[in-house]
């Protein structure tokens, strides 16, 4: 399995990004997915998951302005980001759950893509 996340860059406080992350495999739909995101100097730390059914999961600092969703036939996984703070500056890593569901723990992951930076200036 391998996962290629994309989207990362630079915007200004209170803009939007979108982040994609692309599996390959043919049992993408099986699986959780996940983000999570490490800022320099700390570790890293979850941020969405959404699991086989399409049920949600969000960190307490990102409700409300992050949106992660899945479109199973294109195995592909999105993270919609909005409202965003200095504070969201940060490596993004996608992540695949070892079963069908799966939340805030690493241990919980078996794969993970390379990780896309974004960068929110104020």
Request: include cysteine.
């Amino acid at each position: 399995v391998q996962l290629q996340a994309s989207g990362g860059g630079l915007v200004q406080a209170g803009g939007s990004l979108r982040l994609s992350c692309a599996a390959s495999g043919d049992t993408f739909g099986d699986h959780a997915m996940g983000w999570f995101r490490q800022a320099p100097g700390k570790e890293r730390e979850f941020v969405a998951a959404i699991m086989w059914n399409a049920s949600t999961d969000y960190a307490d600092s990102v409700k409300g302005r992050f949106a992660i969703s899945r479109d199973n036939a294109k195995n592909t996984v999105y993270l919609q980001m909005n409202s965003l703070t200095p504070e969201d500056t940060a490596v993004y890593y996608c992540a695949r759950g070892s079963t069908y569901f799966a939340r805030e723990n690493l241990n919980e992951y078996d794969f993970w893509g390379q990780g896309t930076l974004v960068t929110v200036s104020s």
